[in-house]
């Protein structure tokens, strides 16, 4: 292990944790994730062994069966994760929102029906916000659930759903007006529902279709989805915390924690891409010696390192005030903003210390280059990102008077 991208302060627990994870993705993932990805293959074999690792329960409370660990904890965990195959955390990321949502703001008949098995990954999760037309603009959605006696019907079509397919429960926006005046604001109108279906593809359950994968350039192995809802019954216990409005401001936390996510796996990217990087520049002679030996290799591995360390303090930051209780929007911003920009960067300079090779099948530079796009749009945009970021500063910084 190099010396970029250590966390200071950690406890014993943590860091054997944070041992244990990576010597799983250099023994389970590394040797595997290439193949795996250009077969578009769900990574089952590896998803069990994480199962038994624990990592699904993360930060679920020990209560409830978790580890109970921080956001800290289970950031670094992806940032290991993502360096082995940015999918395999994709996976997690999205069952790990579901859960601290349930968490952080559920019933608690819903905390005890649904975390304990989600701790042990009995339970998938995945969460449903985005449509066909409307991108980043949540308060646009049109998704409706309607009241009918002891249920809510729900119609409408979700796009971009990450594990669509392998999730046995999906966390769905959807807006309900009952109680909310006419012109009130969209995000007060909105509802999370909290939707129980078998795995699979196609009709698996009456009034819900879960169609094929979309065929991605990148981000392989795990299954992106679309969600069609046509007259779904949900019980009204299934409502998120147990009343209508809230789903604006549950989605957005879970959001702003995900944020923190997509932040360390940006870091892991880079971390694998600055070591593949580092380590073919010492490998490749031209002219006499190797490429590393040339100035312009190690400038370039200079700013690679650079980027690398400074997108992980970043991120590390962003996790610790979140654990604090404190408000993280801006931290979470700029960590998702910059280890997202930053990622792009350092792996296209590995790219570029491949030469050719770099556009073989046959070396990881391949599959990380098709990988880090999906980053700049994952969890908001990076011009989503500037707009938090630039209001929030305002925010901050207002003249007074």
């Known amino acids: 292990m190099g010396r970029l991208a250590q966390t200071d302060g950690l406890t014993d627990v943590q860091q054997e944790i944070l041992a244990t994870v990576r010597d799983f993705v250099d023994k389970e993932i590394i040797p595997v994730a290439t193949e795996l990805e250009h077969r578009d293959e769900y990574p089952t074999k590896i998803v069990e062994g994480l199962k038994e690792l624990g990592v699904f329960g993360l930060m679920i ?3 409830y069966g978790g580890l109970g ?22 996976i997690i990321n999205t069952h790990f929102i579901v859960a601290y949502m349930i968490k952080q703001h559920g019933t608690q008949e819903q905390k005890e029906h649904f975390l304990p098995r989600m701790a042990t990954g009995e339970v998938r999760g995945a969460f449903s916000m985005s449509e066909p037309g409307l991108g980043s603009d949540v308060s646009a959605i049109t998704s409706k659930a309607v009241r009918d006696g002891d249920d809510y019907v729900l119609t409408g079509q979700k796009m971009w759903l990450t594990n669509g397919g392998s999730s046995t429960l999906v966390a769905v926006l959807c807006r309900t007006d009952e109680g909310h005046p006419e012109g ?7 509802t999370t529902f909290l939707v129980e279906k078998e795995p699979g593809f196609g009709r698996v359950k009456p009034g819900l279709t879960i169609p094929g994968k979309i065929d991605k350039m990148g981000y392989k192995g795990v299954d992106t989805t679309e969600l069609i809802m046509d007259g779904l019954r949900v019980p009204a216990g299934r ?14 936390d879970g959001v702003e924690v995900g944020r923190v996510n997509v932040a360390a796996r940006g870091c892991g990217v880079a971390q694998r891409a600055f070591e593949l990087g580092v380590s073919y520049a010492q490998q490749r002679h031209t002219f006499g010696k190797p490429i590393a030996q040339h100035q312009a290799i190690q400038f370039k591995l200079a ?3 650079t980027k690398v360390e400074t997108a992980h303090a970043m991120m590390v930051s962003a996790a610790r005030k979140k654990d604090s209780g404190r408000r993280n929007d801006l931290e979470a911003g700029m960590a998702k903003y910059l280890a997202s920009e930053y990622c792009k960067e350092v792996v296209e300079d590995a790219f570029r210390i491949h030469g050719g090779y770099g556009f073989s099948k046959e070396y990881e530079i391949e599959r990380l280059y098709r990988e880090a796009p999906m980053l700049l749009i994952g969890e908001g945009t ?20």
Not at 69 to 90: D, K, N, P
Not at 239 to 252: C, I, K
């Open 239 to 252: 409502v998120l915390g147990g009343a209508t409005g809230r789903g604006f401001y549950q989605m957005m």
């Open 303 to 305: 700013e690679m390192g």
């Open 382 to 401: 990076a011009e989503i990102q500037k707009m938090i970021i630039g209001r929030r500063l305002l925010e901050e910084y207002r003249i007074q008077g």
């Open 69 to 90: 660990e921080s956001l800290l904890t289970y950031a670094l965990c992806v940032e290991e994760i993502a360096r082995g195959w940015m999918s395999v955390s994709g």
């Open 184 to 190: 009130a604001a969209p995000h007060r109108s909105m």
């Open 61 to 63: 409370p020990e209560e």
